[in-house]
C-alpha cells in the first residue's frame, strides 16, 4: 500500500497497448498510485525499455505475477492479460480484498457456456464469475457501483451497445433487423508482431475479417439481450482500417414504427444519455469522425433515419484503446469507488 | 486522326484523377493513340506541369473543350467533366461520328426523372439519353458491344453490383433486405482542394457521409431493379477511409433459401463470372483487401454465409479509379471496337 | 476582464490548427479563461460548427477582430493570424496593456530588414520589434519573463535549436559545418485547403520542398548566431512527411575537437537541459520518434557520434503544432506571467 | 528448361517483398517464363496461399532450394534471401552455367574484408565474389553486359548513387563532406513480423536508425571511391517513413568551384545519364516526390544550389521494392542477356 491517502493500483499485463493507456491515465489520475507493474514475458525489464518515452515519467520495473505480493501491495487491480488467464489469479485476489477490473473476455459472460462455445475453454470460476459486472457504465452503472469484479467489454460491443441501447432499450427497433458494420483501426490487434498488421501490409489497404464469427458477437448479444427483454441475434462484420486508434461502429435497424423521425431519435437518445457525462449525441447531419475521440474517453453519436427504407442508421465513434478499453476501466475504477465518474479522464481530443 | 492504325482518342477533363489514370492507361493501349487532350481551367497548360512524373512520356498541352476540333480529331472520346456538362457536348459528337465514354453521372440513368430528381438538373437531351448504354460490362456486355454512348458507372455502384449481381439475377436473396455498407480512400473525392480531404484531417480518421442521401443510390437500384425485374430500394452508406485509392463494399442481404451455403453461393458466383475475366471469386475463409486491386482492373469477391442469422454477406474490393471509373471505360471501349476485352488492362498488382 | 481570479485570454485567428490547439490547452489551464475568440473569415460563426467534436465544451462564437474590444476583455492575448497582420495590431495591444502572444513570424526578428528580405514585407513597427522577445524559453528564459510582447518561434526553428544550442554555446562545432535535415507532418501547413495538402497527394509519398530559400532559415540563423557570437549561415531542408503532426530535425556538424565521444555530448546536453522541463535527452543508441512527443510540450534529443567523419549528429523530436506552436506559446504565458513553467501543459504523450 | 523459346527463371527466397515483385515483373517479361519457385520456411506452400491477389495468375507451389535441380531446370536465377546465405550457393550455380541475380549483400563487395567487418561473416568464396559485377547499370552498364553474377545493390546506395554520381565522376565537389540523409518507407523492412514496423507503431512516426553504422554505408563508399577515385568515406543516416514504398535520398556536398550555378549542373546532370533510360532530370525548382516512381524502374532528380552556402543539394526518388530492388535486377538481367535495357520494365507509375 502506498504511504499516501492515494488508493494502490496494480497493473498485471503492463507491456501491451492496453497497459501503456493505463500507464499512463493512472500517472495523471488524482485518486490513485501505481504500485505494482506485472508481465509474464517483459518481468524484470524496466518499463521504460518497453516505452521510452515515459521513461522521465515511470522509473518502475515489470515484475513477475505473483498474486500474494499483488494483493499485499495494491487496493486495486487491473488485468490485462490475454483471454484465459485473468479466471485463474481473479477468485483469489478478490478474496483478499482486491477490487479487480479484467480487461480480458474472461469475465464478461453471465453464462460460462457461452464463453466455453466462443472461446473454446472450460472454466472452473462459475461463482466469481456470476459476481462479475459487466463494465459499461451507460448500462449498468448501478451494478458496477457495487462491484468488486468489473468485466471490462470488449472495444467492438462498446461502441456498438452506445449506439443501440437507446433503441432496444425503448423497443423502436425489430431486433432480427440488427446489421453491425463496425471499422477498427490496426492497435486493436495489440502489440503483437503479426505479419498482418504490418504498416506495409495493412497501410493503404482494408478489408474485413472475422465474419459471422467474430468472439465479440455474444458479448454484444447478451447486451443486447438484457436490454430488449428477449433473446437477440446480430448480424456482426468488423474490419481493419489503415489507421492506428479508432473504431466506427455503423449500426442499422428496421424501425418499428416507420413514422418516426430523426428528431425523434435525437430526442430520445439525449434523453438517454443525459447523466452519462461521455456520451455526446451530434446534432442532426453531422456525423462522427473516430478522430475526435483520439485519447479520450468520449462517444460521438450521429443518427439518420432513412424515410425510403424504414431503417433507423446509427453511427458511434470511440478510442478503441480509451472508452473501448482502458479508460472505461478507469471510468468503473471511479464508479466501484465512489470517485466522481470522470475523475482522471481526458473529454478533450487533439485536433487534427 | 493518327496518321497510323491506331485509333485517335481524346481526353476530354484530362486534369483530374480520372484524367491521369485514362493518359496512363491509353499510353499503353496498344489500339489507340492520345489525340486530344482537353480541360476547362487547365487548358493551355502543358500537361507535364499538373503531373511532373509524366513529362519523360507525355508532351501533349491540354487544349480548350473545342466540340468541333475534337470531333475533327478523335474517334473515341473520353469524358471525364463534373456533372451536368457531358450532356452538353455529348449529343454532337456522336452526332459527328464519335463513340463517347462518359465518366460523369449524365448517361448513367435511362430514365432521366430519377437524374433530376437525385443531380437537381433539368434536361433536354431524352433521346440521347435513351440510347446510351450503362457501362458495367459483366451485366451489360452486349448493350455496351452495340454502343456509342455509354454511361460509365460510378465507383460505388461498380464494387456494389459485382457483389449483388448474381444473389439478384438468381433471385437468391430478399432484395428489401440489401444493405450496403462500402468504404472507399478519398481519392474519390477527386483533385479538388477542399478541407476535410487534407491529409491532416482525414488521415487516421473515419468516418461515414451522404447517409441515406448519396447520389449513387439510385444508379444502384437502378441495375438492381434491372437484375430483380422489380423495383428494388437499398439501404446504402459511404464512408470515407483514410487512403489514397481503393473501395470495399460490404453488402448484407437475408437468403430467401436459409439452407443455402456458402459453398453454394461460391459455385453460383464463378459460374455467374465464368466469362468475366476481371472478377476473381476467392475461396471460403479469404475476404478481400482493396489493395488486391491496386493499379488493376480487377474486382475481387469474398463470400460467406450466417446460418445463424440467415444471411449472406457479400464483400467486394476493387481500385475506384481503375474498376471504379477510368480502366472500367477502357474495358468498354475495348468492347465497343471489338477488341479484346482486357486489351491495355492491367490484371497483376504491386503488393504491398 | 472574467469576475473570477482567472485571467482573461483572447485566442485571434482561433479558427486554425494553432488556434483549435490553443483552445483545447487553454480550456485545461487553470489560470486562464478564455474571453475572446475571433477570426477574419470565420466571424460570426460558433466555434463548434468549424470543430463539432469540441461542442460540449466550447459554446463560444467567433467575433471580428475589434482591437478595442479584444484590448478592453483580455489580459493576454494570442495571435494566430498569417504573417503580416500581427504588426497591425500588436502595438496598439501592448499599449491597452494586453502581453500579446504572436505566433506568425512578424516579431521573431530583431532585425526587420532580415524580416523584409525574406517576407518581401515594409515594416513601421521597428520600435515595437525591437522590444520583442524570442519565445524559446529554453534559450530566452529570463527575456521572456520579462516580455510583454513575446514572438513565438516557428516550428523548425524550435526543433533545429533544440537540438543544436549546447554545441553552440559551447563552442563545439564548426558552425559553417552545420546541415539541418528537417522532416515535418503535413498539419504544418495549416488548415487551408490546398491540391498538394490532399490525403490522395501527400499520402504515401515523400519529397523536399523550399529547398536553399525556406523562411525558417533567418530564423534559424539569428538564434545561432545569438548562441555562437558570430554571424552564422546554416543550410536547411524541410521535407513533407506523410503524417498528421511531428517534426524530426535530423542536425549535422562538423566537431571541433575529433576526440569527443557520444558520452561526453549526452553529459554536457544533460547540463545544459538541467532546468528545462519539456527537453529530454535520451540515453545512447535511443533515438527520437516523433510519436513519442505527440499532444505534448516535449522535446526528445537523441545524440550519436561518428568517429569516422568527425561529425556529430543530433536528433529532435517535437510535435509541430504544440511544442512547436501552441503550447509553447503557453508555456511563454506561463513565464510572462510568473506562473509555473509546466502549468497546463501535457506531458505525457498518448502511445502508440 | 522451358519449351519454348523463353529463357527459364528461378526465384530463390520467392516468398518476401523482393520475391513477389520479381513474380509480378517476370510474369509479364516477354522473354522469360518462371520455371521455379523456392523458399526455406515456405517450401511446400502455394505461392498463392501467400499472396491470394495473384492466384489467378500463379499456379506454382514453393519449392525446397535444390540446387541441382535449380541449375537444371533454370537458364537464369534470382537469389533473394538474407545475407549469407547467397555464398553458399551461387558458386555451384555459376558452375552449372546459371547466370545468377543476387539481390542480398553477398556479392556487392569486390573486397570481402569490407564484407565481413560490416557483417560479421566470414567468406570463403574469394574468387566467386571477384568476379561479381555490382548491379548498378547507370554506372557499372559495361560490366554488367559481361557478367555472369551480378550483386544487385541496396535500395539507399541504388537511390544515393544516381544522385551523387555525376558530381564525383567530374571532380565537382569535395568527396569528405558528403552527407546523405535518407528517407525510407517500410516495406524496406521486409515480410518480418516485428513490432517496430506494426500500423500501430510506426504509422504516423518518423524517426532515424542505424545511425553511424547503417550497413549500406561502405556499399556507399565502395562506388563513390570508384567514381572519385579516391578513398571516400560517407555520412550516411536512414529514416523510417510512414509509407509502404519508396526512398528519398538528400544529398549534400560543398561544390569545388563555388560559381557554379544549378543550371550547370542540370546540363551536367543530364548529359551524365543521356543513355539512361530510367534516370530524369527534374527541372529547376522541380523536386521529386517517392510516389511519383511508385512500381516502376525510375528514379528521379531534383537538383538546387545554395549560392550562400556553397553548396549543392541533390534529391533522388526510387521505389524501394523496385529500381531498389527488383526491377533493377531485372533490369541488369536484361542487359547481361542482350535484350532491350528496359524490356519488361514499368516507367508509368500510378497516381495518386
Chains 1, 2, 3, 4 share one sequence.
Not at 472461446?119 to 457504465?137: C, F, I, M, W
Not at 443525459?274 to 456525423?287: D, E, N, T
Not at 433515419?305 to 446509427?314: E, K, N
Amino acid at each position: 500500500m502506498t504511504s499516501s491517502d492515494k488508493k494502490a493500483v496494480g497493473i498485471i499485463g503492463a507491456s501491451g497497448y492496453g497497459g501503456v493507456q493505463l500507464v499512463r491515465l493512472l500517472l495523471e489520475h488524482p485518486e490513485v498510485e501505481i504500485a505494482y507493474l506485472a508481465g509474464d514475458s517483459s518481468a524484470g525489464k524496466k518499463f521504460a525499455t518497453l516505452y521510452p518515452h515515459l521513461a522521465h515519467q515511470v522509473d518502475l520495473e515489470i515484475e513477475k505475477i505473483d498474486v500474494d505480493a499483488i494483493a499485499k501491495r495494491c487496493d486495486l487491480v487491473f488485468l490485462g492479460l490475454p483471454n484465459g488467464l485473468a479466471c485463474n489469479i481473479a477468485p483469489e485476489l478478490i478474496a483478499k480484498g482486491c477490487k479487480v477490473f479484467d480487461l480480458s473476455a474472461d469475465y464478461r459472460f453471465r453464462d460460462l457456456e457461452t464463453y466455453t462455445t466462443w472461446y473454446q475453454t472450460e472454466r472452473k470460476d462459475h461463482s466469481t464469475a456470476a459476481e462479475a459486472v459487466y463494465g459499461l457504465p451507460e448500462i449498468y452503472r448501478k451494478q458496477i457501483e457495487e462491484a468488486s469484479l468489473v468485466g471490462c467489454p470488449g472495444c467492438y460491443p462498446t461502441a456498438t451497445m452506445l449506439a443501440l441501447s437507446p433503441l432496444l432499450k425503448q423497443g423502436l427497433i425489430l431486433p432480427e433487423t440488427i446489421i453491425i458494420d463496425a471499422k477498427s483501426g490496426t492497435s486493436g490487434g495489440g502489440r503483437q508482431a503479426k505479419v498482418n498488421m504490418l504498416l506495409a501490409e495493412a497501410d493503404n489497404s482494408l478489408g474485413a475479417y472475422g465474419v459471422a464469427n467474430h468472439r465479440h458477437t455474444p458479448e454484444i448479444e447478451q447486451t443486447c439481450s438484457d436490454l430488449a427483454r428477449q433473446e437477440v441475434t446480430v448480424q456482426f462484420t468488423p474490419h481493419l482500417i489503415p489507421m492506428v486508434r479508432g473504431i466506427l461502429s455503423t449500426v442499422y435497424a428496421n424501425l418499428r414504427d416507420p413514422g418516426l423521425v430523426r428528431e425523434d431519435l435525437l430526442t430520445i437518445y439525449s434523453a438517454f444519455y443525459r447523466s452519462s457525462p461521455f456520451v455526446k449525441i451530434l446534432p442532426k447531419g453531422i456525423y462522427p469522425q473516430t478522430k475526435w475521440a483520439y485519447g479520450t474517453n468520449l462517444c460521438y453519436i450521429g443518427i439518420q433515419v432513412d424515410a425510403r427504407t424504414g431503417r433507423v442508421i446509427v453511427m458511434s465513434a470511440i478510442d478503441n484503446l480509451m472508452k473501448g478499453q482502458a479508460s472505461q476501466a478507469v471510468q468503473c475504477m471511479n464508479l466501484t469507488m465512489g470517485w466522481e465518474e470522470t475523475c482522471g479522464l481526458p473529454k478533450l481530443s487533439f485536433y487534427p
